[in-house]
């Protein structure tokens, strides 16, 4: 169950969208998430639509991969589906007792619903073709001007990166503790909100205590291997900003600003 | 001559404060050992013995209450030059879990030469060696977290190679793998030993593992109580038992025929050894 | 027969591009009281398959009949299996969560519903039977004793709950010796006195020579073989094609046979090829 989830997952691959610089995809990924709170139309969505599409083809990402990853977010989906389909006022098209359905709640519904699924689908493709150590890399280079400011932006990217790698480990360790737990007749399914968070204590107490145990290993680990924070760090693959990344980040900027504009004609 | 020891550990003792009653306890007790350039050293004892921490001793990860511990010559109290000597003493953990930092395979391997501001070309380059030597080029693109414990365990000693160290550290490397994990990892090991002449010292309380070192040394309550070649180790059938060490079940078989009078080699190790000796 | 299972199948991640069969067509059946050595390699489907033995995963098709229970049957109460199979983890104290090793060992008695007394009865009985002081112990924090001894309370913990068929996946992985040999010790007694089935999952073939009557063998998610320990690690070839091994003593008398000398090859431990090569040597040195 918990190992549906791809989210956050990298597509490993060896196209032009995959050799980017991180930081024209995460400019690109910032981009996107203003265009699409831009639009107020439904017409926007579809070079949207389009870039997606472009994208997805490009990177050579398998659809139902990412359609997957839609599926652990469709319930906030749904329920934003319903929120807006029965609390927007307009022209009333049919009712039912207290509930009314309007005219202007269908189109609002399905709009948000979409720009919802835009959202994640759109979001999911910095992930899905930037590797997370490319990521943090990007992250860190971008937040670096910000150190001035006192922002510890290497050890932030560390702690990603760290957070990302044990991510598999600990899902596996949860997985393995409730089995344990299981076989010694612990119930996590039944029972009220009160007694469920109660019979939580067997699963969280261990993995807690092995998590701090993992943290204490790898601290001593990374300490083995000559760890003293980001200064005088070097990189294996340094990021570069080429001439493609030029090109790329100019023509995005140029894309979304006009979807953008599409909001004032 | 001083040139030709890797380690050298001279007098050295190592007080903690137990957590049950507060009391001082010794888990090193004045312990002196002189490892070589390109040997290959085990050290064999039971939980407890005190073998994880002299292993934190040889490249400064804790320092001695008492005596001192040289590195290529250099005292691991010497601040200055810790980074020197943990880049030429490397160190290899138990779980191959918790020493793998990055989510990539090669990436992970390079977090050591990154750590010590390597040129970045020249670290592509101990990576795809480091990689090679342990047999793991194919799986550079890899996430770790997808591979085999001894697969994983190969990942983290070429993180250490990467770094080009002359002696590498393993404590109990194999002790969470399965027989076939074990293998992949004792291979490598002796592989590292042999053709790369790097210095091991292979912390272990599996006897099938100290067999393949040049010299075993078994550690008790914090003391080296034997010490020698493996064959003049495992001839030691009682004292071993009665430090609740393993010995090859051939080694104990002919033991035990020689307790009944037979006339049998004490030091056999190998089943091929106790066949001709019958 | 405590446990009947009649072709098992089970495929991880049916449909997907993942999918893969983790057991096929597994068809054995296992006496009471008996104990029995479950052996294979890494990814061979041996935890799956005991996991299937008390509930945890469900079978994509067959059946598994345990002491009478259709286990399979979706009317079977979960606590009823619990009761009937009893399944110790790999480093099974990675699982301990109580401020004290009673309340530790109480968590699956108090699970099965029983009372205050008949939990205090059994926790007191199960630590016993794991050589662990209950007066000394009880009131102790589970963190903070040694290694080996949180894994005789994780065992504990199980063996409280009473289970007719005890499952123990690797209960030595990670301890040294003395640990081992210890907690080997246990079991054997544990089972000469419980009169409970149990099955051991391990690598260690000395292990497994040394305590199981019978041993089953499992290859890519099938079970190739099911015998008589003896029988089993008479067919070395075939273990050691599957990159399985046996006993070294095993080994050697296996060798020392086709040196021409005409002992016993079947030797399990030892003491056995001690007591062998004796009446061997002294036959051959009078004759």
Redesign the interface.
Known sequence: MLKDITIGQ?F?GDTLIHKLDPRVKILTSILFIVALFFVKDFYPYIFIFLFIVAVVKTAKLPVKFILKGLKPLMFIIIITFVINLLFTKGEVLFSLGPISITKEGISQSVFMALRLILLIVGTSLLTLTT???ALTDGIESLLSPFRKIGLPSHELAMMM??A??FI??LL??TD??M?????????FESGNILNRAKSL??LL??LF??AF??AD??A?????????GGE???????LKFDRKDTTVLLSMVLFFGFIMSTRYW | MKNDIMINIENVSYEYKSYVDDSIQLAVKDLSLQIRRGEFLAILGHNGSGKSTLAKMM?G?ILPTRGEVYVNGINTRDEDKI?DI??KA??V?Q?P????????V??DV???????????KE??KR?DDSLEAVGMSEYK?H???LLSGGQKQRV?IA??LA?EPDCIIFDEPTAMLDPSGRKEVMETITKLNKEKNKTIVLITHFMDEAVLADRVMVLNEGENVLMGTPREIFSQVEKLKELGLDVPQVTELAYELRKEGFDIRKDCITIEELVESL | MIIEIENLNFIYNPGTPFEKKALDDISISIEEGDFVGLIGHTGSGKSTLV?HL?G?IKPTSGKIIIDGVDITNPETK??EI?KKV??V?QY?E????EETIYKDIA??P???GLTEEEVEARVKEAMELVGLDYETLKDRSP?EISGGQKRRVAIA??VA?KPKVLILDEPTAGLDPKGRDAILDEIKKLYERENITIILVSHSMEDIARLANTILVMHKGKVIMHDKTREIFKSADLLEDIGLDIPQVTKFMKEFKNRGHDVREDCLTIEEAKEELIKYLRGTKNA
């Open positions: 990298y490993p590797s997370p150590i990166t760290i990302l790698r598999p480990t596996e360790e393995k503790i089995k344990a737990q299981m076989a010694r007749g612990a119930d204590v067997p107490v261990p205590i092995n145990r993992r290993e790898l001593t680990a990374m300490e083995a291997r000559c760890y003293r005088g760090r070097t990189r294996l693959n340094e | 490249n990860m980074w943990r880049s490397g160190m953990f779980n879990d918790n020493q793998i930092v990055a989510t990539i090669e990436e390079a977090f050591g030469p990154e750590n010590l501001g390597i040129p970045p670290i592509r990576v693109k996430a770790p977290h983290a993180g250490i770094m | 996991q008390n945890l979960m606590r619990r009893g399944l983890f099974p990675h699982q301990l969560f968590f699956g108090k699970n099965l963190f913990g199980v709950m």
